[in-house]
């Protein structure tokens, strides 16, 4: 006797949608009007092959009316993805909850606008192959996509990209680690937290002498975290005080990291600093937080922030198959908080499978 043995792989997909994502779609502007679709299945369906299959607004129309999903024309969606976006934020928030993270600021961070920033390059479709680099900044305890610069790519990752406000703390890794950047944000009233980029400028101590931070941060041990007070700039007269925090890793993650930096210095026939590899021991943090705010305390905001990067390497990863758009405030920000999404969502397929069941989805509560 046969048997069918045609799964919907839709419908498994589904099972790792947060509870209450259909009735959230109507909620939030999404699904105002059905006209031509069925359901919110379907317009998630449609906007997903755009998001996550990499397919150009035509395009994904164009398989979704083959596919039986819905016929629509490729502006009616765009119309659509922009409606979508505070949808695809709460999708994303309700996703990383389910990973056991907090959206809540602690009371310590209450007077803060915490927004967490990166760059990823776009390269275009078509014939050019232009390369683009989309610098974008997300409040870190709500997702939301506050400010986004599509630029060339010879603009580099800075935190000068940004607009800055004075209740602003601004988080980046360690490409965002260098002195105009930070100044720039001092500058207007706002307050950063970078990983420290290696030789990016001078360090002293608060005496004017020329400090080794490598030597400094060998008399770590595991799980302590120093305080360092530093000055660094060219001119003694104008050097900008700097706080560091420094947290030695375990052995095994710093192995890791090491080995991936010199693959990386092999990859592209680098010279190998070796002071910049043994610092991959260890994680160097530069803020301008004031001391009330504990070295612990800003470790820990880091490893938030470090979180939310694991969905952000996702991001990128499927960002490069996407197609941008460039002119429309509106459409980028709600693609962002689309691919963030589609991020998300990956890694609750891939956890589910590695690490929670053997089937690899989740079985609806009873």
Same mark, same amino acid.
């Given at each position: 006797?046969?048997?069918?043995?045609?799964? =919907?792989?839709?419908?498994?997909?589904?099972?790792?949608?947060?509870?209450?994502?259909?009735?959230?779609?109507?909620?939030?502007?999404?699904?105002?009007?059905?006209?031509?679709?069925?359901?919110?299945? $379907?317009?998630?369906?449609?906007l997903?092959?755009?998001?996550?299959d990499? #397919?150009?607004?035509?395009?994904?129309?164009?398989?979704?009316?083959?596919?039986?999903?819905? @016929?629509?024309?490729?502006?009616?969606m765009?119309?659509?993805?922009?409606?979508?976006s505070?949808?695809?934020?709460?999708?994303?928030?309700?996703?990383?909850?389910?990973?056991?993270?907090?959206?809540?600021p602690?009371?310590?961070?209450?007077?803060?606008?915490?927004?967490?920033? $990166?760059?990823?390059?776009?390269?275009?479709?078509?014939?050019?192959?232009? =390369?683009?680099?989309?610098?974008?900044?997300?409040?870190?305890?709500?997702?939301?996509?506050?400010?986004?610069l599509?630029?060339?790519? $010879?603009?580099g990752?800075?935190?000068?990209?940004?607009?800055?406000? #004075?209740?602003?703390?601004?988080?980046?890794?360690?490409?965002?680690?260098?002195?105009?950047?930070?100044?720039?944000?001092?500058?207007?009233?706002?307050?950063?937290?970078?990983?420290?980029?290696?030789?990016?400028?001078?360090?002293?101590?608060?005496? +004017?002498?020329?400090?080794?931070?490598?030597?400094?941060?060998?008399?770590?041990?595991?799980?302590?975290?120093? $305080?360092?007070?530093?000055?660094?700039?060219?001119?003694?007269?104008?050097?900008?005080?700097?706080?560091? #925090?420094?947290?030695?890793?375990?052995?095994?993650?710093?192995?890791?990291?090491?080995k991936?930096?010199?693959?990386? #210095?092999?990859?592209?026939?680098?010279?190998?600093n070796?002071?910049?590899?043994?610092?991959?021991?260890?994680?160097?943090?530069?803020?301008?937080?004031? @001391?009330?705010? &504990?070295?612990?305390?800003?470790?820990?905001?880091?490893?938030?922030?470090?979180?939310?990067?694991i969905?952000?390497?996702?991001?990128?990863?499927?960002?490069?198959?996407?197609?941008?758009?460039?002119?429309?405030?509106?459409?980028?920000?709600?693609?962002?908080?689309?691919k963030?999404?589609?991020?998300?969502?990956?890694?609750?397929?891939?956890?589910?499978? &590695?690490?929670?069941?053997?089937? +690899?989805?989740?079985?609806?509560?009873?």
């Amino acid at each position: 006797m046969k048997t069918n043995t045609y799964i =919907d792989e839709w419908d498994l997909v589904k099972q790792f949608f947060p509870k209450g994502w259909e009735d959230r779609a109507k909620e939030l502007g999404a699904l105002t009007r059905q006209r031509k679709f069925k359901s919110a299945s $379907d317009l998630l369906r449609l906007l997903l092959i755009h998001l996550a299959d990499g #397919c150009s607004l035509r395009e994904a129309t164009t398989r979704a009316k083959y596919g039986g999903i819905v @016929s629509i024309s490729d502006v009616a969606m765009l119309k659509r993805l922009r409606a979508s976006s505070g949808w695809f934020r709460w999708m994303a928030m309700e996703l990383l909850k389910t990973r056991g993270l907090s959206l809540e600021p602690p009371n310590w961070l209450s007077k803060y606008n915490v927004r967490t920033v $990166d760059a990823s390059v776009i390269t275009e479709p078509g014939s050019t192959g232009t =390369d683009w680099r989309l610098h974008y900044s997300m409040k870190l305890f709500s997702l939301q996509c506050d400010h986004f610069l599509v630029s060339r790519q $010879d603009v580099g990752e800075s935190f000068v990209n940004f607009q800055i406000d #004075c209740r602003d703390l601004i988080i980046g890794d360690r490409a965002y680690g260098r002195l105009k950047g930070i100044r720039h944000v001092r500058k207007h009233g706002g307050h950063y937290l970078a990983r420290l980029k290696n030789k990016a400028f001078k360090i002293y101590d608060l005496k +004017g002498n020329e400090i080794n931070i490598l030597e400094e941060a060998k008399k770590l041990a595991i799980a302590e975290v120093q $305080d360092i007070r530093i000055a660094a700039g060219p001119k003694a007269s104008s050097r900008e005080k700097i706080r560091l #925090c420094v947290i030695r890793k375990s052995d095994e993650e710093a192995e890791k990291a090491m080995k991936k930096a010199l693959k990386e #210095c092999s990859k592209k026939q680098r010279k190998v600093n070796q002071e910049t590899i043994e610092l991959h021991r260890y994680i160097i943090l530069a803020t301008s937080l004031p @001391s009330l705010i &504990t070295a612990h305390q800003i470790a820990e905001l880091y490893r938030l922030r470090w979180q939310v990067e694991i969905a952000f390497k996702r991001l990128k990863s499927i960002m490069g198959l996407g197609h941008l758009p460039k002119k429309d405030e509106e459409s980028a920000c709600a693609w962002l908080h689309g691919k963030l999404f589609v991020a998300l969502l990956v890694q609750a397929i891939v956890d589910e499978g &590695t690490f929670f069941s053997p089937w +690899g989805y989740p079985l609806p509560k009873q």
